[in-house]
Nanobody
Framework: QVQLVESGGGLVQAGDSLRLSCAASTRTFSKNARGWFRQAPGKEREFVAA????????MYADSVKDRFTISRDNAKNTVYLQMNSLKPEDTAVYYC?????????????????WGQGTQVTVSS
């Protein structure tokens, strides 16, 4: 069974930064695109960012563009989400996911494996 484990969440103030990490339990994921999604209370899960298997291509939701950066280290089988200039509306549980495709996707239905999530809370 493949496992994705997120870490790095926490409570911060508006304007602060956080870096989330997502480690996979198997190196076979070096050929798979990865994504980050988030879900706030009472809302549906939404796309945040995705990165291709090589790391050469990335995509972002408009709400986080120019503030968040997704990256990956295939040698460590880990994907990162650097979040800068955090806003209270960024408060959510953040999930990483892995897709069978080599290019990033924004549709959560195209992802096969999910982590357990890490809470990010941004106070005003």
């Amino acid at each position: 069974q493949v496992q994705l484990v997120e870490s790095g969440g926490g409570l911060v103030q508006a304007g602060d930064s956080l870096r989330l990490s997502c480690a996979a339990s198997t190196r076979t994921f070096s050929k798979n695109a990865r994504g980050w999604f988030r879900q706030a209370p009472g809302k549906e899960r939404e796309f945040v960012a995705a990165i291709s298997w090589s790391g050469a291509s990335t995509m972002y939701a408009d709400s986080v563009k120019d503030r968040f950066t997704i990256s990956r280290d295939n040698a460590k089988n880990t994907v990162y989400l650097q979040m800068n200039s955090l806003k209270p509306e960024d408060t959510a549980v953040y999930y990483c996911a892995s897709t069978r495709y080599v290019s990033g996707r924004s549709d959560p239905g195209e992802y096969d494996y999910w982590g357990q999530g890490t809470q990010v809370t941004v106070s005003s």
